[in-house]
């Protein structure tokens, strides 16, 4: 079965770049969407196909995809970004998700 | 404003049987996919089931094929998840969420979710 594996944590600088990666057997060659996730809150979807930003997301949200590592950017990290992040795809008819990573902004 | 909240979660004997709903608004259900996820305490996100708009097809993952049973009522606007035969490791947050988009659609927004606790 098709795995993503994502970094169990990555911390960050306030205001600095944070990088999330989402690994998978050529995963460039699907759509990568990314979710975050507050703690006792739902998902919200931050980044759609690999690289575009639904409304109301801010820009310093990017996303990107190549080979065999889909990752999500965070530029001038904020303490409201502290959450959890996930990334998915479709494989065949089913949906897998990255096992998520918990985003530290120190 | 798109709004999707569940409900019918709660405390179930193992071998027992639970039906969820997600309550739809703001949109036009009939147009869209949906999705069941769940999230087991302190773990990531699981996906268990897409639906298509006018249920011409319904795919479940590994964990709960033969178990669970995804439906839906146009009418109602509602979503439906007949979890059956439960077991404590089901026991998790379950969100239903909306698909978007053709193809690899993405799930845009989700419900707040339903605890569903497996216990005996």
Redesign the interface.
């Known amino acids: 079965s098709y795995e993503l594996t994502q970094p169990v944590s990555v911390s960050v600088a306030l205001g600095q770049t944070a990088r999330i990666t989402c690994g998978g057997n050529n995963i460039g060659g699907k759509n990568v969407h990314w979710y975050q996730q507050k703690p006792g809150q739902a998902p919200v979807l931050v980044i759609y196909r690999d690289s575009n930003r639904p409304s109301g997301i801010p820009e310093r949200f990017s996303g990107s995809n190549l080979g065999n590592t889909a990752t999500l950017t965070i530029s001038r990290a904020q303490a409201g970004d502290e959450a959890d992040y996930y990334c998915q795809v479709w494989v065949s008819s089913t949906v897998v998700f990255g096992g998520g990573t918990k985003l530290t902004v120190l | 404003e798109v709004q999707l909240v569940e409900s019918g979660g709660g405390l179930v004997k193992p071998g027992g049987s639970l039906r969820l709903s997600c309550a739809a608004s703001g949109f036009t259900f009939s147009n869209y996919n949906m999705?069941w996820?769940r999230q087991a305490p302190g773990k990531?996100?699981?996906?268990l089931s897409?639906i298509s708009d006018s249920t011409s097809?319904i795919?479940y993952?590994d964990s709960v094929k033969g178990r669970f049973t995804t439906s839906r009522d146009n009418v109602k606007n509602s979503l439906y998840l007949q979890m059956d035969s439960l077991r404590a490791e089901d026991t998790a947050l379950y969100?239903c969420?909306r698909a978007?988009?053709s193809?690899?659609?993405?799930?845009?927004?989700?419900?707040?979710?339903t605890l569903v606790t497996v216990s005996s």
């Open positions: 999705n996820v990531g996100l699981e996906w897409s097809y795919y993952a969100y969420a978007y988009g193809g690899s659609n993405w799930f845009d927004p989700w419900g707040q979710g």
